[in-house]
């Protein structure tokens, strides 16, 4: 079983940056495909990136609309971590964010954006 650790939110104003950062433990970590979700307070669990290896070495990338353009996700598979760097926060970003790789969740980071 895979133990997920989501860090690095916080309180930023409009227009900052944030990096999670998703550990993982627990299992082989290169071949997961990894994903960061996000739930705002009074919304659903929604989609903000992901990660899945190819199968030759890279990784594909998918973003939400959303975001796209203002988020980038990346791995480093030494560190067995998965990190999410968020800038130009907006306030509708507002969020608690966490990390899956399809079966197993986080608890979550909180990130709260001022405007």
């Known amino acids: 079983q895979v133990q997920l650790v989501e860090s690095g939110g916080g309180l930023v104003q409009a227009g900052g940056s944030l990096r999670l950062s998703c550990a993982a433990s627990?299992?082989?970590?290169?071949?997961?495909?990894v994903a960061w979700f996000r739930q705002a307070p009074g919304k659903e669990r929604e989609f903000v990136a992901r990660?899945?290896?190819?199968?030759?070495?890279?990784?594909?990338?998918y973003y939400a609309d959303s975001v796209k353009g203002r988020f980038t996700i990346s791995r480093d598979n030494a560190k067995n971590t998965v990190y999410l760097q968020m800038n130009s926060l907006r306030p509708d970003d507002t969020a608690n964010y966490s990390c899956?790789?399809?079966?197993?969740w986080g608890q979550g980071t909180q990130v709260v954006v001022s405007s």
């Open positions: 899956t790789e399809g079966t197993n």
């Open positions: 990660i899945t290896p190819n199968g030759r070495n890279t990784y594909y990338r």
């Open positions: 627990g299992r082989t970590f290169s071949n997961l495909a």
